[in-house]
């Protein structure tokens, strides 16, 4: 039982699941609400109080905050840290979301009972309460007690109140679910996109921004400018920025108005880092924050700041002392590992590849088994990578690339079943749903992986689409393949463009894994094929030179010999930092369907099943 229920419960409260009459006032029908999973409570009735166990006990007790503490420790058998430790954690309850709606009938009652007018609150005007839907409470005096912000979620139901008790105490009074994974505050109000939208550091700064953005037009018969906020503060703003990409991406221009100091200098910074960066604008407000500036009379002021924006250039300048300051994060970032067959390639990596950003292609000859290499990473980097990886298939459906990594992982070729409706069968089993959950989705029930599965050829989108998964999804490990088939046929400038995106997102912490095809080899004057080099790459030479790290495969998939036709050679003759040359040799074994080190593999006990020899695959 939440602790908020056992409050509850000690002072006589009986429960229709999350309702009861109000302990506070005399009344026959139900209308206190009980939010379990944010610890809070409402009465939709007569006395319209709300809170957390806290203020329940506050108001049940008439005493102070410190008393109530106390007691509600008493109650539910807890520390005072233990019992704030706890308030912060929300109660998991069965199919029940973060963000379900709230009952629209406990909306409307709770609009009834508080309402909009303000009494000029901050300068803020009841018409601008009504329309962003902020409500009020007044004590007999007419003075401000506290104010609620509705959030919603992304069906724009609203899902709770934010509480901002006067002044500015946030601490409790919320009712139903809010926080970070709501909408942006005020973003339901705005259903099509027009030139500009304006994102402050606060509800209060938004009504105000919207306010004088909305008395200033120069053309009464036009919409005012859209405005809206993060939900949890500055803190969290470019998060939210992040999950609302999309949206802020219909508009043309977007201006980032957080508040004058340091904090929100920050918070300007990470979020024009989120957003698409072409569209990102600056504003540099004359007083502390827009509330501020309607309270000081500075409309005028305020609508030209907000003209005035400027776009957002980072000069690249750095003073030595800059460069010191990150020297240990860069060190101690943690590198992206290879799974265990090529630990001699990791070694020779100096422990795998940069995670703070890198370049590496693998490079080789048609049907050697570049695709089932880098489905052998990826799959490993499912698991072990510090960076999200998106792939980026350019062959492949994102279907079929999840079929191959689903075979992997359940150690069963889904394309082997000769009608489909078994395979899907199959996957319906219970403990294979298990595993197949456990390929798609982490701990906490956040993707594994992200597909980009392109299929117009557009370079431009492309690079959209990567930058898009980066900063939407926390996604920077991109593995493109096969990067030559979509790039060599768009002419080398193109292509050399394309790197030098690559190297400057290198810079933004992106890490490409770049899968790209060799032309045919030639062959000596006895007719023997050579072995690929990467100057045999197909397409500009700058996909060799731009890179951190190139990974020659070679498989003489010809000979007769099955344990040669089976052995990929793995080379690497550029490795920035890192040892280059002749790394190791992997052997496929057939019944495993998976590859080993050669040297390890046949050194193996004696005792252990014989060697299969069928064909490594050729993908």
């Known amino acids: 039982m939440s602790n908020i229920k056992k409050i509850l419960e000690h002072y006589g409260a009986h429960f229709n699941g999350d309702k009861c009459c109000c302990p506070l006032h005399g009344e026959k029908t139900a209308s206190f609400q009980i939010y379990e999973d944010t610890e809070s409570w409402y009465c939709f009735g007569s006395c319209g109080k709300g809170g957390d166990a806290v203020e329940f006990v506050k108001e049940i007790e008439g005493i ?31 199919n029940v979301s973060d963000n379900q709606a709230m009952d629209i009938e406990d909306v409307k009652s709770l609009i009834r009972s508080v309402g909009y007018k303000a009494n000029g609150y901050r300068g803020i005007r009841d018409d601008i309460n009504q329309f962003y839907g902020h409500l009020t409470k007044l004590d007999t005096n007419g003075s401000v007690i506290a104010r609620y912000y509705p959030e919603t979620n992304g069906n724009s139901k609203v899902t709770g109140y934010k ?34 939208v304006l994102y402050v550091g606060g509800e209060e700064d938004k009504a105000a921004a919207y306010q004088m953005l909305l008395d200033n037009r120069s053309n009464q018969d036009y919409d005012s400018i859209p405005v809206v906020s993060p939900t949890s503060g500055e803190g969290s703003a470019a998060k939210q920025a992040a999950m609302q990409y999309d ?29 698409p960066k072409e569209k990102i604008r600056i504003a540099t407000w004359s007083g502390k924050d827009p509330n501020q500036m309607l309270l000081d009379g500075k409309e005028k002021q305020f609508v030209r700041d907000f003209y005035n924006a400027k776009e957002f250039i980072n000069s690249g300048i750095s003073s030595s002392g800059d460069a010191e300051a990150g020297l240990a994060e860069f060190l101690t970032a943690p590198k992206i590992g290879l799974p265990p067959q090529l630990s001699k390639l990791q070694t020779a990596m100096r422990g795998g590849i940069k995670s703070t950003g890198s370049v590496v292609n693998i490079i080789g000859d048609t049907s050697i088994g570049k695709s089932f290499l880098s489905d052998t990473l990826i799959y490993h980097w499912l698991f072990h990578s510090p960076r999200v990886p998106t792939i980026v298939s350019l062959e492949r459906t994102k279907e079929e690339l999840t079929i191959d990594l689903l075979s992997m992982h359940l150690k069963k070729n889904l394309m082997w079943f000769t009608d489909g409706h078994d395979a899907v069968d199959y996957l319906n089993q219970p403990e294979v749903q298990l595993l197949k959950n456990e390929l798609l989705y982490n701990e906490v029930g956040e993707p594994r992986f992200f597909i980009i599965d392109e299929r117009e050829g557009d370079i431009e989108l492309l690079k959209r689409q990567m930058e898009k998964s980066g900063k939407v ?29 690559q190297k400057l997102q290198k810079k933004n912490g992106f890490v490409f894994i770049n899968i790209l095809h060799t032309r045919k080899p030639p062959t000596d004057k ?88 069928a064909d490594e695959p050729d993908f």
């Open 473 to 501: 999804n926390d996604s920077r490990l991109m593995v493109i393949d096969p990067l030559t088939d979509f790039l060599r046929s768009l002419g080398t400038e193109i292509q050399e463009n394309f790197m030098m995106w």
């Open 64 to 94: 102070g905050f410190k008393e109530a503490m106390e007691k509600v420790c008493e109650l539910t058998g807890t520390t005072k840290e233990e019992y704030m430790e706890k308030s912060k954690e929300p109660v998991v309850k069965e």
């Open 163 to 196: 509480c901002r008790n006067h002044p500015k105490d946030f601490s409790h009074g919320k009712i139903g679910s809010t926080g970070a994974k709501s909408q942006l505050s005020g973003q339901v109000k705005f259903k099509s996109p027009s030139k500009y």
């Open 247 to 275: 949206w802020f991406d219909q508009y043309d221009i977007i201006i980032i108005g957080m508040d004058q100091d340091d904090a929100g200098r920050k918070a300007a910074k990470e979020i024009a880092a989120v957003l």
């Open 526 to 613: 006895d007719g023997n094929v050579r072995k690929v080099t990467e100057y045999d790459a197909l397409g500009s030479g700058t996909f060799i030179q731009s890179a951190d790290i190139n990974i020659v495969i070679n498989r003489d998939k010809m000979t007769s010999d099955a344990i040669e036709r089976n052995t990929t050679y793995v080379d690497m003759p550029k490795c920035r930092g890192g040892i280059t040359g002749e790394i190791c040799a992997l052997y496929y074994d057939a019944e495993t369907r998976q590859q080993y080190d050669r040297d390890e593999y046949f050194n193996r006990d004696v005792e252990e099943p014989p060697l299969h020899h």
